[in-house]
């Protein structure tokens, strides 16, 4: 029962990482509160969390700062504090995005690979990549992370919680693997982190950052399969993390046991990129 007492609010907890987080916390003792977009998803997850606390669901857009304000009113009108943050939603990849263009060049290059061939195609994904597609990625992750981050602090200060905020960053904000706006959008959690964890550290409020390496959630499923299977041959542990073990980073960080932890990124990923 590490999160006894505590009030945690995990976003993006309708699947994947978020509800393994949901899950985790709530089983440590957490009154969790479960934020995401889709309420037929989040509202799942709080039936599966085996509450001992007073869990609830709440739906919204983390990339609308109207919205996530809502959210915090009413936490603190149900709850009057919160204790941790995740700031887990996040996507790979929007409309618009050049996601089709660089698929079917990714095909014609293993193509002429498998033919024997000198490769002549180009993945310079970022001349199909449209201005909304750019836009919808860094609007959730990293605009989403700081409207919550925001009201999150604002809420740990006025009730005098030394909160814990943790970012879930990737892999890709590290090496740049993957596409432009999901890795400047995670590079820009990373950056945040660091810089809000001086903010905050005079208040005891502690700021961290995870950096999930190829995960086995929709995210992954999403991908295509040629591309999963290139990506999961280079992990040194051979397989795709699980939404649990991602979880249980978090948990670490958001109980006193991380009390010497702020502004650090842990790496959650098998060994496929190294600190
Ligand atoms: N799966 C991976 O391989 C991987 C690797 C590194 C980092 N990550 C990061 O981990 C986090 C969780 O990813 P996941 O793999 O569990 O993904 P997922 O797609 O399984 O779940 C993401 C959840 O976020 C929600 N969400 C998306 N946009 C939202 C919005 N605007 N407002 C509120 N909720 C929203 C979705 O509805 C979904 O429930 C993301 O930040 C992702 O970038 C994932």
Same mark, same amino acid.
């Given at each position: 029962?590490?999160?006894?007492?505590?009030?945690?609010?995990?976003?993006?907890?309708?699947?994947?990482?978020?509800?393994?987080?949901?899950?985790?916390?709530?089983?440590?003792?957490?009154?969790?509160?479960?934020?995401?977009?889709?309420?037929? =998803?989040?509202?799942?997850?709080?039936?599966?969390?085996?509450?001992?606390? =007073?869990?609830?669901?709440?739906?919204?857009?983390?990339?609308?700062?109207?919205?996530?304000?809502?959210?915090?009113?009413?936490?603190?009108?149900?709850?009057?504090?919160?204790?941790?943050?995740?700031?887990?939603?996040?996507?790979?990849?929007?409309?618009?995005?050049?996601?089709?263009?660089?698929? %079917?060049?990714?095909?014609?290059?293993?193509?002429?690979?498998?033919?024997?061939?000198?490769?002549?195609?180009?993945?310079?994904?970022?001349?199909?990549?449209? =201005?909304?597609?750019? %836009?919808?990625?860094?609007?959730?992750?990293?605009?989403?992370?700081?409207?919550?981050?925001?009201?999150?602090?604002?809420?740990?200060?006025?009730?005098?919680?030394?909160?814990?905020?943790?970012?879930?960053?990737?892999?890709?904000?590290?090496?740049?693997?993957?596409?432009?706006?999901?890795?400047?959008?995670?590079?820009?959690?990373?950056?945040?982190?660091?810089?809000?964890?001086?903010?905050?550290?005079?208040?005891?409020?502690?700021?961290?950052?995870?950096?999930?390496?190829?995960?086995?959630?929709?995210?992954?499923?999403?991908?295509?399969?040629?591309?999963?299977?290139?990506?999961?041959?280079?992990?040194?542990?051979?397989?795709?993390?699980?939404?649990?073990?991602?979880?249980?980073?978090?948990?670490?960080?958001?109980? =006193?046991?991380?009390?010497?932890?702020?502004?650090?990124?842990?790496?959650?990923?098998?060994?496929?990129?190294?600190?």
């Amino acid at each position: 029962m590490r999160l006894q007492d505590k009030v945690a609010l995990v976003t993006g907890a309708g699947l994947g990482m978020g509800r393994a987080m949901a899950e985790v916390f709530a089983r440590e003792g957490a009154a969790v509160v479960a934020v995401d977009l889709t309420p037929g =998803d989040v509202n799942e997850t709080l039936n599966r969390i085996d509450a001992r606390g =007073d869990c609830c669901a709440l739906t919204a857009d983390v990339s609308d700062s109207a919205q996530v304000a809502r959210v915090y009113a009413e936490v603190e009108a149900r709850y009057g504090r919160l204790d941790v943050l995740v700031n887990n939603a996040g996507v790979g990849t929007a409309p618009n995005d050049g996601y089709d263009k660089f698929y %079917q060049r990714l095909g014609e290059l293993n193509a002429q690979l498998a033919r024997g061939e000198t490769p002549s195609v180009h993945l310079d994904h970022i001349v199909d990549m449209q =201005d909304d597609g750019w %836009q919808r990625v860094m609007d959730i992750n990293i605009n989403g992370v700081f409207y919550n981050s925001r009201e999150a602090t604002r809420l740990m200060i006025k009730c005098g919680a030394r909160g814990s905020i943790i970012n879930i960053a990737s892999t890709s904000g590290l090496n740049g693997t993957g596409a432009v706006h999901y890795c400047a959008s995670k590079a820009a959690v990373l950056g945040f982190t660091k810089c809000l964890a001086r903010e905050l550290g005079g208040r005891g409020i502690r700021v961290n950052a995870i950096c999930p390496g190829a995960t086995n959630t929709r995210m992954m499923a999403d991908l295509d399969p040629e591309y999963a299977k290139t990506i999961t041959a280079a992990i040194p542990l051979l397989r795709m993390g699980e939404p649990v073990e991602v979880a249980n980073t978090a948990l670490f960080l958001a109980s =006193d046991e991380s009390s010497y932890f702020t502004g650090q990124t842990l790496a959650a990923n098998g060994g496929s990129h190294m600190l």
